[in-house]
């Protein structure tokens, strides 16, 4: 369990860098940047190793009611990453769609995988984005939603959601060797 939790660590520093030293940060430049995205593909690396690595207590398993809840709240969380990036209707009402597809995508994978290690794993990544929204509202207290962007980009996120599920949907059966429809 230990490079689960040396994972979520570096996970978290790796994202709150900039929030927690702004100065050094931005003394980076662009190298910062490469420097967040190495910190955090080795944080997924030992976030995936130590899971996969760790036991615990099971308290509760799949079952096809919370898989099809599972599946419906991980078809909203990725449609909130896609409007996140392309600014559609949902990315202007709401301040931050893709911390708050963080926070569906937990509640989701927590509803079928009630083992501790999922505990860790999965309560970890809560415990950053609720820290980052929290970072992030205190430092820039004023918001202004994103200009609306063409209807296109609406219809663009929905199919983009759909297929990127269904390529999530087909690395869990490959990596993890079980369907997550059933």
Not at 55 to 71: D, K, S
Request: hydrophobic share 60%.
């Amino acid at each position: 369990m230990i490079w689960l939790i040396l994972g979520l660590i570096l996970w978290s520093g790796a994202h709150l860098f900039k929030r927690l030293a702004p100065a050094a940060r931005a003394s980076m430049g662009d190298a910062g940047k490469g420097v967040v995205a190495i910190a955090s593909l080795a944080a997924l690396a030992l976030m995936v190793v130590g899971y996969q690595s760790a036991e615990g207590e099971v308290f509760w398993g799949r079952n096809p009611a919370l898989t099809g809840i599972n599946n419906l709240l991980m078809l909203i969380s990725v449609y909130l990453f896609a409007a996140s990036g392309m600014q559609t209707a949902v990315a202007r009402r709401m301040r931050h769609p893709m911390l708050i597809a963080v926070k569906i995508w937990v509640v989701a994978h927590l509803l079928v995988n009630g083992d501790v290690p999922s505990f860790v794993l999965f309560g970890g990544i809560l415990a950053w984005a609720v820290a980052e929204v929290v970072m992030i509202n205190r430092a820039q207290r004023d918001w202004t939603p994103p200009a609306p962007a063409p209807a296109r980009k609406e219809i663009i996120a929905l199919v983009a959601s759909i297929v990127v599920f269904g390529a999530i949907a087909w690395v869990h059966g490959w990596l993890l060797g079980f369907s997550v429809f059933g």
